[in-house]
């Protein structure tokens, strides 16, 4: 039997998943055991059954390695567990007034400087008193009782001193605030915040009952920066009419990186770049990635980056789920239902109750709770971003350099945000929309189950159906 390199491609990522995994039940040292594959390697080229179990075994150590060292960081936030500590930290989001009126904000590159000196890996969420504003790029140090936290943040500290030691102040920090305040000259309140929201994933300064809205409704991903930011930038670039490929290949590369940096590296965004840089890559050479791979490989290198995603991150499960539903799962019901390609829209539903079948198991096992107008609610929303994404971006641009004719240029953005925001707020009131119930892990995999074997049915049905269209074709004279 002969593997695809694709195959073996994959069977790595998986390896490397699994070995970030294990690794926090098994440590591993790999330098030895790198030595061992080393005169095996060659056996790759003839793609066997040996060569798959190699792929699996070098991925494998390669995510024990990599879980391993990360694991030294576990332990050590687990010494500094409810002890006070000092830290220096660069924020990594702008802050914004939380509970009891604290700034909070969350921080990155993170040193350890009483009791001890040392680095800490992974994020922190910080909050607490001593200075009115923290903005993205300042060198803060914090003084407060730390706690190991799980999900996106690895640990906390509330009710903390903070003191401001050095500004952040570069082009891109500069470039995104006078962006947010040429927003907030632009447009009133919720608009602007929400406008923000479309466009770079900002939502600390969105109201909570509009965030609770957009919860209640399933629309609350719209105002997450993701990869649907990213895929609608790259479409508009499509669409243009531009001299070559090498042109807009050049220009999607910058538009994809000026995000990544105004919206701060975030886990989603990066994942969707790394998405889309590969898919570029692919149609720029003329090569057609397979979607498989293509999460595979973003999973094993996000996950390599950092391990604190696999082993606590439910964002980037989520993800996960949400992009096997765009890229595989939809082309399928779109090839089932369409005998040609359907339009923007259409395909925009599409996506839509794709990306719902993928992340539904998990969040109901994780949150408990459905909402049963999500399907609704994205269908007559999710269409309008694009278009509110661009006509917000030109009221952003108005407020920030000419902002004597800004609400002239913002009254598109202005009627169309507030359409949008008043059909949430009418779904949202409506009786019963949300079903608190949850689901067991085993109920969870038999879901998933279901939905693999429907996929893999589907799949043999398209081929078959083309291996008869291929066959009608030869007999035609």
């Known amino acids: 039997m002969r593997f695809r390199r694709t195959t073996l491609i994959t069977a790595l990522c998986l390896g490397v998943l699994l070995g970030i995994g294990l690794s926090r039940k098994v440590s591993l040292i790999p330098g030895i055991y790198a030595l061992l594959l080393i005169p095996v390697i060659p056996a790759l080229l003839r793609k066997n059954i040996f060569a798959m179990l190699l792929v699996l075994a070098i991925g494998l150590t390669l995510g024990l390695w990599r879980g391993s060292v990360y694991m030294q960081n576990v332990r050590e936030l687990q010494r500094l567990a409810g002890r006070e500590v000092t830290i220096d930290a660069t924020a990594s989001t702008d802050s914004f007034y939380g509970k009891r009126s604290q700034v909070q904000f969350t921080a990155g590159n993170i040193n350890l ?65 006078n962006f947010n305040a040429g927003m907030q000259n632009a447009l009133p309140e919720p608009q602007a915040s929400f406008g923000l929201g479309l466009l770079i994933g900002q939502r600390n300064t969105l109201p909570a009952d509009i965030t609770v809205a957009l919860t209640a409704v399933g629309l609350v991903h719209i105002v997450a920066v993701s990869g649907y930011n990213l895929t609608i930038i790259i479409r508009g670039v499509g669409r243009l009419k531009l001299g070559s490929r090498y042109q807009k290949l050049l220009l999607s590369l910058a538009l994809i990186a000026s995000f990544v940096l105004m919206t701060g590296f975030s886990a989603s965004i990066v994942r969707a770049a790394i998405v889309s840089v590969l898919s570029l890559w692919a149609w720029y050479y003329g090569r057609r990635l397979r979607p498989i791979v ?12 950092n391990p604190y995603y696999v082993w606590s991150d439910i964002g980037w499960y989520l993800s996960f789920l949400a992009f096997f539903g765009v890229l595989v799962i939809a082309p399928v019901i779109a090839a089932r239902l369409f005998n040609r390609p359907p339009g923007l829209l259409t395909m925009v539903v599409i996506e839509s109750l794709s990306a719902e079948i993928m992340t539904l198991p998990l969040i109901l096992m994780t ?35 000419i902002p004597q004719f800004a609400g002239w240029i913002a009254f598109p953005a202005r009627i169309l945000l507030t359409y949008m925001l008043d059909v949430v707020h009418v779904l949202a009131g409506l009786p019963s929309v949300f079903i608190r119930r949850g689901i067991s892990l085993p109920y969870m995999l038999l879901l998933y189950g279901f939905v693999v074997v429907a996929l893999t049915a589907a799949y043999r049905k398209l081929s078959k159906d083309k291996k008869s269209r291929a066959a009608g074709l030869q007999i035609t004279p």
């Open 367 to 401: 949150f408990s709770q459905l909402s049963l107008i999500a399907l609704a609610a994205n269908m007559l929303i999710v269409p309008l971003v694009p278009l509110a994404m661009l006509l917000s971006a030109a009221a952003a641009a108005a407020g920030a350099v």
């Open 113 to 177: 400087i009483y009791p001890y000196k040392t680095s800490l890996a992974g994020s922190f969420k910080l909050s607490g008193f001593g200075e009115k504003m923290i903005y993205r790029g300042d060198r803060v140090r914090i003084t407060g009782r730390l706690f190991p936290s799980r999900g996106g943040s690895q640990a906390t500290i509330a009710y903390s001193k903070m003191e401001r030691i050095k500004p952040g102040s570069n082009i891109i920090y500069d470039t995104t605030r």
């Open 294 to 305: 293509l999460i595979g490989v973003t999973a094993a290198l996000t996950g390599l980056w």
